[in-house]
């Protein structure tokens, strides 16, 4: 495969596009041989095992890419989106939402609370309260939907459901 780094770049991103997963893996793994500490790369590797439902296994190699360390938002809030994945796989249908394992949505919460402390934005801020409802931590969950709802004001992407004009206690 001779393809420089540029075509390989743009290969993944149709492959995305397309949810062609196996392939954009079989991209990434080729552009990272070209890059070895290339972040997008590492990162399309990371996602392509997570839409393959290989959660675990993404897991693993984004630990073993050392992703955790980055300062991209984007790259720091995959590690969180797959713990939140695993959470929910954890998950026994067939029992009551009581049966949450909050332990598994508590780290996926911290996760995204400390890609919200590092970078303010509220996507991050509102996945992390979620999350803390669902494991139980309903003070935390409230104070960071408090955020979250303030940052999208101030950064103009409020929710649809919401406006200047709705009360701002918010229930959890």
Do not use: W
């Amino acid at each position: 495969m001779n393809q420089s780094i540029e075509e390989l770049k743009a290969k993944i991103l149709v492959a995305q596009k397309s949810g062609d997963y196996l392939n954009e893996y079989d991209l990434a793994r080729a552009a990272i041989k070209l890059a070895p500490d290339d972040e997008f790369f590492q990162y399309c590797a990371v996602l392509a095992f997570s839409r393959c439902n290989a959660k675990q296994r993404a897991l693993d190699t984004f630990y073993s890419y050392k992703l955790h360390t980055s300062e991209s938002e984007y790259i720091r809030a995959l590690e969180a989106r797959i713990l939140k994945d695993l959470a929910f796989l954890s998950v026994d249908e067939s029992t009551s939402p009581m049966s949450l394992d909050a332990g598994k949505f508590y780290a996926a919460a911290r996760t995204y609370q400390k890609a919200f402390e590092q970078t303010g934005s509220h996507y991050s801020a509102i996945n992390a309260a979620t999350l803390y409802l669902l494991s139980g931590e309903t003070e935390l969950a409230h104070l960071l939907a408090t955020a979250a709802i303030d940052l999208a004001l101030k950064d103009g992407a409020l929710p649809i459901f919401l406006s200047p004009r709705a009360p701002r206690r918010i229930y959890c």
